[in-house]
């Protein structure tokens, strides 16, 4: 018998809806996003390293009317954890520009140079940014920057001090900017101060922040300076680890004194993995038995994961909270800026 369309069943049509973008996916996309155009704006503007597109990027995004929503609210997460765990990768792969061959080469009279300008800058920086009042962990961590290798040991210290983000993402800021400032001003005055492209070199490699800022600036000295001021720039990035171990040795400290350390599993280690992992891959490097490709493989992706975090962390940036303490992390900036500098250039004319 002939089904009547009473007796016909309409069944639905069922469709596969993939589930929305979640967790850390949005952040780590708008990531990729942001090192896709700090790449771009490298590329058009040579001067401008990508490391530091990338945080200008960063701010940029955090406060166009368009992505701010998107930064603040669903890509949060991911953009926190690129600042956090991709930075910590990141500082692991740096090590293996360093060789301990090429540092020691470099003479003692040269580490203790070294030594001198990190050591001064960094208790000068601190003491100056707790005597100007400014917020949370920012006098260490731009004392930090401005000593070892600008956003890279802003990063790492972070890490082991427990930095709140936006203390991170001020810091990294202001760092930024005086490195980038240091590409414009440090060659105008070479010639001024009678130094020799090996002693400007030297100069930069001791006094620039960042290194993509310090070939960007020693470049214009010529292949000699270039070569000087890396060699120097590396010597102070291997401090990096000794630094992040005393930060954890007086955060755990801190805590005891003031009777509030930290469950047994979430206490700071005296040396964290990354500092660790950082280590090895010195060793690594000077041992030679990496090849000459690998090396540059894992150079192109330390930049990558670095220029990600970086980003990241300038999403972090408020501007009008940097503006209500705008004055005071100027001053300190350029405080800074003038002891390094300073304790530098003498430096350099003593060892040469």
Avoid: N
Avoid at 122 to 140: I, V
Avoid at 190 to 203: A, E
Avoid at 282 to 301: C, H, K, N, Q, Y
Wanted: charged share 15%; with cysteine.
């Amino acid at each position: 018998m002939a089904l009547t369309l009473r007796d016909r069943r309409v069944r639905p049509v069922r469709t596969r809806v993939l589930p929305p973008l979640g967790g850390d996916a949005p952040g780590l996309l708008l990531a990729v996003l942001g090192v896709a155009a700090a790449i771009a704006v490298h590329q058009a503007v040579p001067a401008v390293p990508k490391l530091t597109a990338a945080v200008v990027l960063g701010i940029a995004a955090a406060h166009l009317p368009g992505l701010r929503p998107v930064v603040r609210g669903v890509a949060r997460p991911g953009l926190s954890m690129a600042g956090k765990r991709l930075m910590r990768i990141g500082i692991v792969l740096l090590g293996l520009k360093l060789s301990l061959d090429d540092v020691l080469g470099l003479g003692w009279a040269t580490v203790a140079m070294v030594l001198t300008v990190v050591g001064a800058t960094f208790a000068g920086t601190l003491w100056l940014g707790r005597r100007l009042g400014l917020p949370g962990d920012q006098p260490l961590l731009v004392a930090t920057g401005y000593s070892i290798c600008g956003a890279s040991a802003i990063g790492a210290v972070s890490q082991a001090a427990g930095s709140e983000e936006e203390d991170v993402a001020a810091s990294v800021a202001l760092v930024t900017l005086c490195g980038t400032l240091a590409i414009a001003v440090l060659p105008l005055l070479q010639q001024p101060l009678g130094l020799d492209p090996s002693g400007f070199g030297r100069w930069v490699g001791a006094s620039v922040h960042d290194v993509g800022q310090v070939v960007a600036t020693a470049q214009t000295g010529g292949a000699g300076a270039l070569r000087e001021a890396v060699l120097v720039k590396l010597m102070r990035v291997v401090l990096l680890a000794p630094l992040v171990a005393g930060v954890a040795v007086a955060v755990r400290r801190s805590h005891r004194r003031a009777g509030t350390a930290p469950t047994a599993g979430k206490r700071p280690p005296l040396l964290p993995l990354f500092v660790a992992g950082f280590l090895a891959m010195i060793v690594l490097r000077t041992t030679g038995v990496l090849p000459e490709r690998a090396l540059t493989l894992a150079g192109d992706t330390q930049e990558l994961l670095l220029a990600a975090a970086l980003f990241g962390l300038g999403s972090a940036v408020h501007l009008p909270t940097m503006v209500r303490t705008g004055g005071r992390i100027a001053l300190l900036g350029l405080g800074s800026w003038l002891v390094v500098a300073g304790v530098s250039y003498a430096g350099v004319l003593i060892t040469t």
